[in-house]
């Protein structure tokens, strides 16, 4: 149950529009935190949804510090996410560094970042380096921080939706091989978890995986959601590299030659909500039909 003490903390969420940030605002509030949003248009359509739900809205860019300050007046706590897919891995970088930074001169009690699954492992995947690289300027500003490091998004899967249902799954991956996969609200979760319990987070980097199938596994599991048989189809190398960006395919190589290894038991402990894939699929599979 949401406490009071909660209530008296104030916590500045970024990334709210988005999936990650939009799971960890709708965790905070139903812990009965008091939460702030920070975003570039408060006017656009996704953003007066927020301030419909009773949340304070305050306008601020990621490249501008002086606004970052600004929405940091009178916060405790901050959970940050970049994205390097609007304008490249640099500006990510220089984006989490600028909130980072903002964080410190405000004197900013707990910082609950979101990286990646491996990201200190040398992948040689660029947005998983420059995760990294924000996790290392994090640790080295004295600040007490936790770390929460997701793997492959079960969510990523609903923008394969139309060639799942239409019998396949096509990717260059190995039958055999094993992908471990998180439900975006499980990460929203965790970062209420890890506001509402400091001390027994600060300073922790801790992977987030619900559940590891292999490309079989998910094909059978996605049969069972769609109501018939999903086939699985190898996808030559060369073909999948030729119609991917560089980064994609390196990621799937490292997919296929390495992989994440989260200690799935470890975080249904530390979050017994965890959530499996076939129990996502019952809920979102479904509801992305019904409004498509």
Known sequence: MPTNKNKSKLILVTGVTGHQGGAALRHLSERGFSCRALTRDPGSPK???????????????????????????????IYAVQTPYESGVEAEVRQGINVIDAAKRSRIT????????????????????????IEEHLRGTGMRYTILRPVFFMENWLGMRTAIEGGALTLPLDPATRLQMVAVDDIGGMVAAAFEHPGKWQERAFEIAGDELSMMGLVQALSRAVGRDVEYRQAPWGDFEAQSSPEVATMYRWFQDVGYSADISAVRQEYPRLTSFDRWLNVNWRAATRTA
């Not at 707990?110 to 420059?130: K, L, M, N, Q, W």
């Open 47 to 77: 953003a007066r949804r927020i301030v419909g739900s009773g949340t304070e809205v305050v306008r601020g860019d990621m490249e501008d510090p002086a606004s970052l300050t600004r929405a940091l007046d009178g916060v405790d706590g």
């Open 110 to 133: 707990h910082f609950v970042y979101s990286s990646v699954g491996a990201a200190d492992r040398r992948t040689g995947i660029p947005h998983f380096e420059s995760k990294y690289r």
